[in-house]
């Protein structure tokens, strides 16, 4: 699911849309795990006398966690995407709440990226936008980062026209 074609600017073409990288769901991937096998060593030794109330609770507080810590962070990665178009770079968030920011490549001074080792490992980093007259603008968690840089820093300095710059979509 890509940007609302309606939301672009005459002659504007997306270059990539993305996701924020899947990193973001490893920790409730194994809390998934974690309050499954809990949740059934609970029914498990939950008393004869406690049930079927017991059984109830266990299982509401299992949904709990489980929206709390799985469902919640799995909507916010759905819901966070970065498009790059041959304008502006396009910002999107919000699961109920939705926020957006638009950045014209025009603003942009110098593109950077930040790999630490766990972003090197799992192939993602950080986008650093420098711009004349706010600070830095950090885009976190972007997969194949050195690749984004390539085509950012092809779109603000490459000297062609941007608009017919070969298009490249990520989903």
């Known amino acids: 699911m890509g940007l609302d074609p309606q939301l672009l600017g005459k002659d504007e073409v997306v270059v990539l849309h993305l996701r924020t990288h899947v990193k973001a769901l490893i920790v409730p991937a194994l809390l998934l795990v974690v309050v499954s096998v809990l949740t059934g060593f609970a029914f498990a ?11 109830w609770v266990v299982a509401l507080v299992a949904l709990v966690a489980l929206g709390v810590w799985v469902v919640v962070p799995f909507l916010r990665w759905m819901s966070s995407t970065y498009t790059f178009t041959n304008r502006r770079i396009i910002t999107r968030r919000g699961i109920l709440v939705k926020s957006g920011h638009d950045l014209p490549l025009t603003r942009i001074n110098n593109v950077a990226y930040r790999r630490g080792p766990i972003d090197q490992l799992l192939g993602c980093g950080t986008l650093v936008l420098t711009t004349a007259a706010d600070q830095p603008v950090t885009l976190e968690d972007i997969p194949d980062v050195e690749r984004v840089h390539v085509v950012m820093t092809e779109l603000l300095f490459s000297g062609d026209d941007p608009i017919h710059q070969p298009t490249l979509r990520d989903e």
């Open 45 to 55: 030794l939950l008393p004869q006398a406690w049930r079927p109330v017991g059984s």
